[in-house]
């Protein structure tokens, strides 16, 4: 069962959307103020979180940076329409994902389940499989990274979006690929949600002796991957 913790001030749209996880066999779980948000999202309870950038007092954005010092618990953030100032904040933060408001429940779960299926692999994939490309090494079964022997502390995404890559290692990845194959959904115009997630890879990585970054943009086609 998928626990869904639902942080939101607007307890009508929570009603909403916690019965329509419910038929969908989902567990939800709702809370109204940042601050409890929090401390339930830390708890461990709770498979991902659903969480409103505009509540009261303690703002989304914030609790969302309390619970990436802390954990890495999928998130998916709620945000105005059109409001890409804190998406983009969103996703450089660690969010994994954003919904914008008023939206379908049902673009919601699609969302959910994609972000699911990143966390918990198919059961036919190798729990032993290895991918190794100089000094990164992926446990795609355990969702577990390497980066010259230090763990790199990924989000689900991020870990997806670097899958891709190195399995394509010095190759170049379209951003559709990376879209369809990591985030599970076309690519759409003026999306960054890529572009956001491989900067916040990039800094994790660190720059390469050159001072370039592991992971390069090629102008009009995608990302590659250095293989050294």
């Not at 959307?17 to 309870?45: C, K, M």
């Not at 450089?92 to 699911?116: C, F, T």
């Not at 989000?155 to 997806?160: A, D, H, K, Q």
């Not at 592991?214 to 009009?220: E, F, K, L, T, Y």
């Amino acid at each position: 069962m998928i626990r869904v913790l639902l942080v939101d001030d607007d307890q009508e749209l929570t009603a909403l959307l916690s019965e329509y996880l419910e038929r969908e066999g989902f567990a939800a779980t709702a809370v109204h103020s940042g601050e409890e948000g929090e401390v339930q999202a830390l708890s461990g309870r709770y498979s991902i979180v659903v969480l409103d950038v505009m509540l009261p007092r303690l703002s989304g954005i914030e609790v969302l940076r309390r619970i990436r010092a802390r954990s890495q618990v999928p998130v998916v953030l709620l945000t105005a329409r059109g409001d890409n100032i804190d998406r983009i904040t969103g996703l450089e933060l660690g969010a994994d994902d954003y919904v914008p408001k008023p939206s379908s429940p049902g673009e919601l779960v699609a969302r959910l389940r994609a972000i699911m299926r990143r966390v918990n692999p198919a059961t036919d994939q190798p729990a032993s499989e290895v991918i190794k490309t100089g000094q990164l090494v992926l446990w795609p079964g355990k969702r577990q990274a390497l980066w010259q022997g230090q763990e790199l502390g990924l989000t689900s995404t991020e870990f997806s979006l670097l899958e891709e890559l190195a399995r394509c290692a010095g190759q170049v990845v379209s951003k559709q690929d990376l879209s369809l194959n990591a985030l599970g959904c076309p690519l759409t115009r003026y999306d960054r949600r890529i572009d956001v997630h491989i900067s916040s890879i990039r800094q994790k990585l660190g720059p390469r002796p050159d001072a370039k970054a592991w992971i390069q943009s090629v102008r009009g086609l995608g990302y590659l991957l250095i293989a050294e």
